[in-house]
């Protein structure tokens, strides 16, 4: 018997787009796998759109988010990885697509490296006039966070195929995060240490043109709060383990935290925030004149709600996403 892979799909509202991720899924050449669904209690036809659909196939089972996990796509991953069985773990999202070989050319590729954690692929966007295709930063001389951060070495949450025993005993998906969550999500397992490589094929579809979950949130302003607290744990990380990476990289990355608090500073809870920006201007090297710069438009921010123009300084925003050839 070939090993099983666990796709686990959160639904939400999908009634219109699901069917053609499942078909994708029904239709792959690597036949060993089962798919769980969680449906995070949708408001539309979802849930029965796609248990008709399960109905034709025993490999795919669909289920309703329980009261146990958190609402939202997060709580609906972790639900679903509880009850996966397979030997290798891939999240997909509702309504994406993959190409026929993408399971098989993934797994081969992790019982060919026993030694390899995870294996990712490029991909494609995609509506339903134009695909461009996205090419990736695969094999990065740089420390793989630095690169993940700063250029274009990345795997969305459909791309990569874990192997099981990686990711038990593992905190997963934060259920308190609204946007930035897939973001992460992979940092922290970067932190671990994985051996894992990026295929240079494009195996499967992300589809742009319409609403997304993401897109939804992004549209209250409170919401960015999950951005901020995700920027403050990447950038506590960096300083913490500073010997490993450049200064360029913890100046990005304290300029992504300020910018990020600027835009939320008269939401509640944000006063601890302020407090820690002082610590991070004094462990970020950089010159005293941008230092004097950051410091003048905190000040400024707290107390007038002015300032941005100080901190929005764009030779800080050193990400490089043009594809780097390997």
Known sequence: MEDLISIIIPLFNRENLVLDTLKSIREQS???????????????????VATQFAAQDLRFRVFKRTELYKNGGNGARNYGYSLAQGEFIKWFDSDDIMETDFLKTQITFLKNNPSYDFVSSEFYYFTNQYKEEVKLYKNPKQNNIEAYLLFS?????????????????????????????????????LTEKPTYKILPYSLFGVRRGHESI????????????????????????????????SPRVLRYQFYRVITTYYEVI??????????????????????????????????????????????????????DNRFIEN
């Open 214 to 245: 993401e897109s939804l949130s992004s549209k209250d302003k409170s919401y960015k709060t999950s951005v901020l607290f995700y920027f403050t744990m990447v950038l506590e990380y960096l300083i913490k383990n500073k010997k490993d990476f």
């Open 30 to 48: 690597y036949v060993n796998w089962e798919c769980i669904i969680v449906d995070d209690h949708s408001t539309d036809n979802s849930f029965q």
């Open 266 to 319: 008269n939401l509640s809870g944000m006063s601890t925030y302020y407090m820690k920006m002082w610590s991070y201007l004094k462990d970020v090297n950089m010159n005293i004149i941008d230092k004097t710069r950051f410091a003048i438009g905190l000040l400024l921010i707290k107390y007038l709600g002015k300032g941005y123009f100080l901190i929005c300084n764009s030779k800080f925003d050193a990400r």
């Open 153 to 189: 070495h990345y795997f969305p949450t459909p791309a990569p195929l874990w192997r099981a025993k990686f990711l038990k005993n593992k905190k997963l998906w934060n259920e308190e995060m609204l946007r930035a969550q897939e973001a992460y999500f992979n940092f922290l397992r």
